[in-house]
């Protein structure tokens, strides 16, 4: 069995998984730590190092999925993360982290790829849109099983407000949000979305995506919209795809 870690860097923690990436799931218990108060460069190498440290068995590259716009492993935003980061090797950083070739993917790509994959989006070949409710609002979109890079879709504006602003979880948890008042947050998003991009189906991960039974009746749109298979792990297993295919980066 080839495994091979993938990483993913969270608002509040940083998760980790040797992932199987013939099978597409993570082997054994995920493991992690507290994400750095502010998230720097430098304090975000040593938590990566010490992630590493914990899985011997994975030897080869490395994944990350990471909250920016990754383009040749440079972060190019910083929306909930330290703006030093901007302009930084993300990929360079994660390399010397881990003593290994890295590799760093916009982290709702990497949950999108890892569903497309292996979850809720498999045999999918039409407009496919995954939404990942966190600290923001990440997004990852699909056009024939296809994905469009670091797609920033949290970051439109509705009503003179980002819906990340409007409708992310963290959103929610600060303003004592029920799932009635939050979902009728999330459908004037999707209704914005539906206007634009017209897709036929929405996948929901990110950390609600665990209680999606209680909420996804009350979201409404054109499309259909489905919970994330692969839940809170989506991220580590796309990261993982990421840095099995490519890993010289």
């Known amino acids: 069995m080839s495994l091979v870690l993938g990483l993913d860097l969270g608002g509040s923690s940083i998760k980790a998984g040797a992932v199987d990436v013939k099978a597409g799931h993570v082997v054994g218990e995920l493991e992690s730590v507290p994400t750095p108060e502010g998230a720097s460069p430098q304090a975000t190498r040593a938590a990566l190092a010490a992630l590493v440290a914990r899985f011997p068995q994975c030897r080869g590259p490395v994944g990350l999925a990471f909250p920016s716009v990754i383009r040749a492993g440079v972060a190019y935003t910083a929306a909930n993360i330290d703006k030093r980061w ?58 024939g099983g296809q994905l469009w890079r670091n797609s920033e879709l949290g970051h439109v504006e509705f009503g003179g407000r980002e819906a990340e602003h409007i409708a992310s979880a963290r959103v929610r948890a600060e303003e004592h949000l029920d799932w009635p008042a939050w979902c ?21 991960g990110g950390g609600v995506s665990e209680r999606f039974e209680e909420f996804g009746a009350l979201l409404r749109s054109h499309a259909r919209i489905v919970p994330a298979e692969l839940r809170q792990t989506a991220g580590v297993v796309g990261a993982a795809f990421f840095a099995a295919e490519h890993p010289s980066g």
Not at 184 to 204: F, K, M, Q, S, T
């Open 86 to 143: 901007i302009g930084a090797s993300v990929q360079q950083l994660l390399s010397e982290a881990a003593g290994r070739p890295g590799f760093a993917v916009n982290d709702a790509d990497a949950a999108g790829v890892a569903e497309m994959r292996t979850g809720a989006g498999r045999g999918e070949l039409g407009a496919v849109m995954m939404l990942t409710f966190g600290t923001g609002i990440g997004s990852a979109l699909f056009a």
């Open 184 to 204: 009728e947050r999330v459908n004037r998003v999707l209704a914005g979305l539906d206007a634009l991009l017209w897709p036929d189906l929405y996948i929901i």
